[in-house]
């Protein structure tokens, strides 16, 4: 299947876009993901209780995966006192903790006080959507690996539907990451503090855009031609550098024409001044 490394970022999420389906059937066919499908299927319903979760290695790996936390299962301890948390309490570990991963691994799970008893866990539906994060953590992992700009644009996608204000922007790396290098705002920016931050997006962009699907198109296609352009290993692919490049070569060639080939498509779609 064709890969999306070493190429533009516009082409890598077209192929990434196109070959989806295909890809996500292969995921769910594979041995090792079709095994760990069916096992969580098998046991999470006699899972009551945070202690069963923890105990079943093959589950609670599964859960963190499909929750964006493969780089904390060692962390078991801490992943217990956040299960067991109770979010309406203002100093509980859940609150405390800015990462909104654990957050939402709290809420979906949804064991009841100190983490005993759950009724979601016996319902279909509930089963479906957990199965569903795993499946496209692991699609856009595997993008990832293969072109990280496709792959935090795809995070973008996922991520927008639970984006309330420039907060919760704010609190995720990957996506204050992603808006930022969209809205062209300097790097130095990061060093402000957080309200800062947040009046500095607001005054780039309205995030009430984010429900128009055009809107994040732009804001992906700048991402991706924003990175590009910074990337001196993709250099030769930016499209002005191309035109440059021909250019040059024909000057140096006594003034003999030399073809240059050029995305025009991106070129024209790319707004002149899309956010002021």
Sequence with gaps: MTGVSG???LLGLRIADTTREARVATIQSSAEHSRAIAGFRDRI?????VEALLADRELYVFVMKA??????????????????????KPDSLVRKLTDPRFMELHKTLG??????????????TWQQDIVNRYVERQFIKGQSVQNENVG??????????????????????????????????????????VDRQAALFAKKFDLAKLQ??????????????????????????NAAVQLMTGA?????????????????SIIGSMPRRPYR
């Design 248 to 264: 040059v070569r024909a000057g140096a060639g006594g003034g003999q024409f030399v073809p240059t080939t050029i995305d025009i």
């Design 111 to 124: 064991f009841g006080p100190d983490g005993v008893g759950n009724s979601s866990v016996i319902n279909p």
């Design 45 to 49: 319903a006699d899972v009551r209780s």
């Design 212 to 237: 128009n699907p055009e809107e994040r198109a732009k804001l992906e296609r700048m991402y991706a031609i924003i990175t590009d352009a910074r990337d001196t290993s993709r250099i030769s692919q």
């Design 7 to 9: 190429i533009s970022t």
């Design 152 to 193: 935090n644009i795809l995070e973008f996608r996922q991520k927008v539907p639970g984006i309330k204000n420039w907060f919760d922007v704010l609190k995720d790396p990957v996506m204050a990451q992603f808006m930022r290098t969209a809205l062209a705002l300097p790097a130095e920016s990061v060093r402000l503090d």
């Design 67 to 88: 929750f964006d936390l493969e780089d904390r299962i060692f962390g078991k301890a801490m992943i217990r006192k956040v299960l067991e948390s109770d979010p309406a």
